[in-house]
């Protein structure tokens, strides 16, 4: 099946400072990457999608000043949180999704990036 | 709108139980339905899906109907195992998707 990964899967960073996280479909060609953020215990909440060359949307109440998303090419999504704050502590998780054609366009998860602002 | 109503948790079970996770939703169109479990520490990892009324996704020995008309997607497994012990996440895709709130499953010996 269609493979996800993210990097890194842990990040610990001081507050004020900037973090990258990566998202590569290894095997597919992703035109349509998600942003998920997830709490301790609850659901995950759709942060923006991406599509590859174009401007991220981002679901209403995400500061896309906070959170730069960027889908450069057709295999990586890049979020940034900028000037990270202990609330933005969190998981991150991405999707992609393949829309070759003939293919169900299903999305795959990666395995997640822990975040601790400190 | 489109949304997922999943059963709270936690859900506690002996090795080899019956297990049912309830799922409804909602949904202006014709969704996919999923099911997804994650581990701790991990990610999501998709269990099973149906695309479409009456479909059957299945394994691992799960499996959930697509059932249009009670607009479910029930999860349900025979005999479960200590192994199983993890949250489970109800989700329809509709352009993007929708997750329920998840429900922890955990299994004692």
């Known amino acids: 099946g269609a493979v996800v990964s993210q990097h890194p899967s842990w990040v610990i960073c001081k507050s004020g400072t900037s973090v990258k996280i990566e998202c590569r479909s290894l095997d597919f060609q992703a035109t349509t990457m998600f942003w998920y953020r997830q709490f301790p215990k609850q659901s995950l909440m759709l942060m923006a999608t991406s599509n590859e060359g174009s401007k991220a949307t981002y679901e209403q109440g995400v500061e896309k000043d906070k959170f730069l998303i960027n889908h450069a090419s057709l295999t990586l999504s890049t979020l940034t949180v900028t000037s990270a704050h202990p609330e933005d502590s969190s998981f991150y998780i991405c999707?992609?999704?393949?829309?070759?054609?003939?293919?169900?366009?299903?999305?795959?998860f990666g395995p997640g990036t822990r975040l601790t602002v400190l | 709108g489109n949304s997922v109503t999943q059963m709270e948790g936690p859900v506690t079970l002996s090795e080899e139980a019956f297990l049912t996770i309830n799922c409804t939703y909602t949904?202006?169109?014709?969704?996919?339905l999923f099911w997804y479990v994650q581990y701790p520490g991990e990610g999501l990892q998709l269990l099973l899906k149906a695309t479409k009324a009456d479909d059957k996704g299945s394994n691992k020995g799960f499996e959930a109907t697509y059932r249009k008309e009670t607009t479910s997607f029930h999860l349900e497994k025979g005999s479960v195992q200590v192994s199983d012990s993890a949250v489970y996440f109800c989700?329809?895709?509709?352009?993007?998707?929708?997750f329920g709130s998840g429900t922890k499953l955990n299994v004692k010996p």
């Open positions: 989700a329809l895709d509709f352009n993007k998707f929708y």
């Open positions: 949904a202006t169109g014709y969704p996919s």
């Open positions: 999707s992609a999704r393949d829309h070759r054609e003939g293919i169900y366009n299903e999305q795959f």
